[in-house]
């Protein structure tokens, strides 16, 4: 039997275990990636198992969400990164130089290598041929050391393009279909491999427009063959010698398959407040626009501004509407200036922020009470753009271009009739980029060249906070009880007055599920344990571990819900809680406040490969909880997290399988 694109990676990466779906495998990891918002925790965490320098080919360090420094708090976290970087060994990246997924495909990126990274969204390069996951900080911290990446064998499904793309048909679009179709859990243990004849219709940008999105889906992560696109977006990066031929096998064998006709995609456009919330452009049109953003990591390339400036030749934007233009990388926003598209943006009405990700998690642009934001971002969960009851549309930049015109939501077809001014401004490939990899960036300092040998900390960054080991009781209060598709952001908030406190665990704790309940956090503290009670999907979204971290730290013993988003089930285990699965008559019957006691021996039961756990409540009556873990899980949930059980491993102390 043939293999697809992904078991050959894997195959080449794989040090434990068989690529049999649902089997736990561990593959070496290549590259790894973190940013400002996670970085900090990565690097306590790599100084805490005592490691002397990074282990991986490559390690990136990015500043890229809290870019403005608002406060001294992310001012001293930069240097406090850049310390760390100069000490281990990692490159790092200045802030303002851009997101960490564009400046990585720009810098690094390479076909059939392995990335792991801190971040939710580093799927990215996948359409460049790189198998790329995201992951708990912890997780990227101990392959950082060396050791190799453990999860789960996915599905692979079959993703087949065919035909084109018709005019004002872009990526954005297919994603966007596709999110339609198979809504915001439709990728869960699945990697999208992307096939067919419509493949090489796709420029790399185009693709990794999809593969970064593909995050949305829930998909572990998602990837494209390679070919002469591929080689010839690499030698303008000048790194040709990167490029590597990646095809699936004619025999391969997919789990199921997908067909996506190119030539039937439509402008698209997800409405609030999820991005599977989706339907064509003309089923909203006419919304008054008050805000349009181009840019992000999912559509900020220098060929994602592009089509956004040539639309506006010959147009203003809308004096009703304000459009901010934050390309993904300073090397995206030097080759616009270059070739004179900043200047005629901003003279038909464009104001240019920053390369960051600020915007997208509500630090800096957030929009007015009562108004529409169109946004070519990838998430528009509620209350992410920093203001609560928010209305964030996600589009493609050519349908935001058209809003930002018109001052409303419009079919950039539609308004292409109506303008003798406004055509459809296609896909366009650089000339060259700037710059020919990050030894000729000056923006990205480079290992052998970093200043720092000794860790910088400020007054804000506090320790890791460690959980005791598992015991054999469970019992306490259910803390909070949820709807479906809690997010990331909802257990802790990614906005710039909160984020900030990333760093110092005690003060971030506070916000804990603040937006769901601003009780919730004094009222955990007062129980001392207790547990949290979710519906489908808990845990979506962002790969960061505070989620999981925060509610540890205010005595949180596990959570019982119908399903887990997969970093966050994995930053659970990570970080000692019990990640417990009922059916929905249980959720149903649970309320808030209910006493729950795991009435087994919950330690023992956990090592010995339970799966069958009693759960009573208000000792009136009892369900069944699953606890869906391979050994290596339960061992790490025995020892109180993944930090304690790695630095046993290191020292050789005896295993807590053991007992």
């Known amino acids: 039997m043939g293999k697809t694109i992904t078991e050959k990676i894997l195959s080449d990466h794989l040090v434990e275990g068989t690529l049999e779906p649902g089997e736990e495998i561990g593959i070496e990891i290549d590259q790894v990636l973190t940013q400002d918002t996670t970085g900090t925790m990565v690097w306590l965490q790599f100084e805490a198992m005592d490691i002397d320098e990074v282990q991986t080919e490559l390690a990136a360090q990015y500043c890229d969400h809290q870019t403005y420094q608002f406060d001294f708090r992310n001012t001293d976290d930069h240097r406090f990164l850049r310390s760390a970087a100069g000490k281990f060994g990692a490159y790092f990246s200045r802030p303002g130089n851009g997101i960490c997924h564009q400046v990585h495909k720009e810098n690094f990126a390479a076909p059939g290598k392995t990335l792991l990274g801190s971040d939710s969204h580093t799927p990215t390069p996948g359409g460049l041929g790189e198998l790329a996951i995201g992951a708990g900080g912890i997780d990227v911290a101990v392959a950082m050391g060396g050791a190799p990446y453990y999860i789960e064998m996915p599905e692979v499904v079959n993703v087949r393009l065919e035909g084109e793309l018709p005019e004002w048909g872009t990526a954005k679009d297919i994603i966007l279909e596709l999110l339609r179709r198979l809504s ?37 992560t998602s990837i494209f063959p390679t070919d002469e696109k591929t080689e010839e977006f690499l030698s303008l990066l000048g790194r040709e ?22 030539s039937e995609i439509e402008p698209l456009i997800a409405a609030p407040s999820m991005p599977d919330n989706v339907v064509p452009v003309e089923e909203v049109a006419g919304k008054d626009v008050e805000q349009v953003i181009v840019g992000s990591c999912t559509n900020g390339a220098y060929e994602d501004v592009l089509p956004a400036a040539k639309m506006l030749e010959g147009n203003t934007v809308n004096e009703t509407t304000e459009m901010v233009v934050a390309p993904g990388s300073k090397q995206a926003s030097k080759m616009l200036a270059k070739e004179g598209w900043v200047a005629k943006m901003m003279a038909a009405g464009v104001n240019f922020s920053e390369s960051t990700c600020g915007p997208c998690i509500g630090i800096g642009h957030v929009p007015a009470s009562d108004s529409v934001s169109l946004r070519t971002f990838n998430r528009n969960f509620e209350g992410r753009s920093g203001i609560e009851e928010d209305n964030v549309y996600l589009c493609s930049p050519e349908v935001a271009t058209a809003a930002a015109i018109a001052g409303e939501i419009v079919d950039p077809r539609d308004l292409a009739e109506e303008s003798d001014s406004v055509e459809a401004p296609g896909i366009e490939l650089a000339d060259k980029y700037s710059t020919a990899g990050a030894e000729g960036d000056t923006d990205i300092i480079t290992p052998n060249k970093a200043p720092d040998d000794e860790l910088v900390k400020g007054p804000n960054i506090g320790d890791v906070p ?11 209060p259910n803390l909070l009880k949820m709807e479906d598709n809690i997010t990331t952001d909802h257990i802790i908030p990614a906005t710039q007055d909160i984020l900030m406190y990333r760093s110092n665990i005690d003060k971030l704790s506070e916000y804990t599920l603040s937006r769901v309940d601003e009780n919730f956090a004094e009222r955990a503290e007062n129980a001392e344990g207790g547990f949290l009670v979710a519906g489908e999907n808990y845990g979506q979204g962002s790969s960061r571990e505070h989620a999981a971290m925060c509610p540890m730290y205010l005595g949180v013993q596990g959570v019982l819900a119908q399903s887990f988003a997969r970093i966050h089930r994995a930053n659970l285990f990570n970080f000692g809680l019990l990640p417990l699965v009922i059916d929905e008559e249980t959720y149903e019957r649970i309320n808030q406040g209910d006493t729950i006691e795991v009435v087994d021996d919950v330690r023992k039961g956990v090592l010995n490969g339970k799966e069958e756990f009693t759960v009573r409540v208000n000792d009136e009556w009892e369900a069944t909880a699953i606890l869906d873990a391979s050994q290596r899980e339960r061992d790490m949930l025995a020892a109180g997290g993944k930090l304690a059980w790695t630095k046993q491993q290191a020292t050789g102390s005896e295993s807590v399988a053991d007992d």
């Open 184 to 220: 915001v859990k439709g990728g869960v243990g699945k990697v999208l491999e992307y096939t067919g004849p419509g493949v090489e219709s796709l420029t790399v940008p185009e693709r990794t427009t999809i593969t970064n999105m593909g995050t949305e889906l829930g998909a572990t």
């Open 241 to 262: 010698d990167d490029y590597t031929e990646l095809q699936p096998d004619e025999d391969a064998e997919y789990h199921e398959e997908i067909v996506v006709d190119l």
């Open 466 to 476: 460690l959980r005791d080991s598992l015991e054999s009781t469970m019992k306490g």
